[in-house]
């Protein structure tokens, strides 16, 4: 009996087996390389599909900027000319009001002008002014009717003068109705353009928006990138500039040293020395670190004298597309963003230009931002980032207004040329739209 159960749990367990075998069956090594080239492959093409959506949503982001940018730029348009409208409306209410006058008085006019005829008429009769003046009992009743006569006349003609002067500017005042009836439909005009084009701009945005946040890992993946690249870009600045004091610090405790040596060495000399021979001797030394220190001095003062009028660092036309400090975005929820300048979009010309004069203290590249310079004015420092290519290089003097370098056009931005502008003093960030014009 138990040698018959041994045989069956023998036959079950056989039989596993050869099911197990029959259900994995052995990998030969043609199989395996198969499956690595279809892995291979499907990471690639997710690779590729995770770096396409990444592109759109750049794409969209700084489309999505522009627009907002344009929005604000409209609203701003459309409020001025809603106050020219306003005004030209009050201007033409003023005019309807002088025009109301001008007929009341000319008909007031007219009006005195025939009831003195009439009673002229009724004192001389039919006679003519000649039989009037003759027609006199004495010769003072006739000198007396004759004075009346010119007197008469005299008054006609100043009432015919007052009439056509008056006639005359009630005609001039439609004439100035008239155009300020046409400057009101023009304003009009493009009042309603431009809130059309408002309105199409609001319609492109709420599309991107939507894609955005359906978009939501690839939207927090870039804008994880460009906060990430805003922060390597501070901490290279910071460095370079701190580097740059340190340098400048040296060099000032340097040059006291040398003034101290200079000065012990002078008391070692004998008294018979000439005023002309040490006069001969200081020019022969000048103290160039006491000199640059009153020259920066001098810029810095200069520079911040005229702040508020300081050139845009971009030509032609611009548009803002990301102000300064840490901003709320206006459509995308739980969204901040922080700058340390502004980001230009350059609608015409390509090129970057100084601000201001100064000299080129730095020149590099960084990784989301291209070439970037600094120039220093003094104690205050302007940066020029996303450059394509740059006009300038270390310790260049530059000149207000000249061509810093050619504003990198972005493909994975919609071709966009966008420059990052910062304004520091030292290390301290500035808000570049308080000092540029």
């Known amino acids: 009996m138990w040698k ?12 596993l087996g050869v099911d197990a075998q029959a259900v994995k069956p052995k990998r030969s090594a043609a199989n395996v390389r198969k499956e690595q080239q279809a892995t291979k492959k499907q990471i690639k093409e997710t690779t590729q599909k995770i770096n396409q959506n990444t592109k759109e949503t750049k794409k969209h982001l700084s489309r999505l900027n522009s627009l907002n940018s344009e929005i604000q730029a409209k609203n701003t348009e459309i409020s001025k000319i809603q106050v020219g409208v306003d005004s030209i409306v009050r201007k033409i209410g003023t005019i309807n009001d002088s025009i109301t006058i001008l007929n009341n008085n000319i008909e007031l006019l007219r009006a005195n002008y025939i009831n003195s005829l009439r009673k002229l008429q ?19 009743e006739a000198y007396r009717n004759m004075r009346y006569m ?41 009042l309603n353009s431009s809130r059309k084009e408002l309105e199409n701009a609001k319609v492109q945005t709420d599309k991107i928006v939507a894609k955005l946040k359906s978009e939501g890992k690839s939207l927090r993946t870039v804008l994880r990138q460009k906060q990430e690249q805003q922060r390597r870009l501070d901490r290279e600045l910071d460095k370079i500039i701190a580097e740059e004091q340190a ?26 020395t000439s005023n002309d021979n040490n006069a001969a001797e200081k020019s022969a030394n000048p103290q160039p670190a006491t000199s640059m220190a009153a020259a920066d001095r001098a810029l810095t003062g200069s520079f911040e004298s005229n702040q508020g009028k300081l050139l845009f660092p ?20 739980n969204v901040e963003t ?24 730095a020149t590099f590249k960084q990784p989301g931002y291209g070439t970037i310079v600094m120039v220093r004015h003094g104690n205050y420092l302007t940066i020029y980032a996303n450059l394509a290519s740059i006009n300038v290089k270390n310790g260049d003097k530059v000149r207000t207004g000249q061509t810093i370098g050619t504003i990198f056009t972005d493909p994975d931005e919609d071709n966009k040329a966008i420059l990052h502008f910062e304004l520091r003093k030292e290390r301290t960030k500035l808000n570049p739209m308080l000092w540029i014009r």
């Open 4 to 15: 018959n159960i041994f045989v069956i749990i023998a036959a079950i367990v056989l039989s």
């Open 122 to 140: 009724g004192t001389t009769g039919s006679m003519s002014p000649l039989s009037f003046i003759f027609s006199s009992r004495s010769f003072t």
């Open 150 to 190: 010119q007197q008469f006349n005299k008054w006609r003609k100043n009432k015919l003068t007052d009439i056509k002067k008056a006639e005359s500017t009630l005609s001039e005042r439609r004439v100035l109705l008239d155009s300020m009836q046409q400057s009101r439909n023009f304003e009009m005009s493009k």
């Open 247 to 272: 340098r400048i610090e040296r060099q000032r405790r340097e040059q006291e040293r040398k003034n101290k040596n200079t000065a012990s060495n002078k008391k070692t000399q004998s008294d018979g």
């Open 314 to 333: 971009v030509t032609g036309k611009y548009r803002i597309v990301k102000e300064f400090g840490r901003q709320k975005h206006p459509q995308l929820d």
């Open 338 to 361: 922080e700058n340390s300048g502004i980001d230009i979009e350059a609608l015409s010309s390509k090129q970057a230009r100084a601000v201001f004069e100064g000299t080129v203290s």
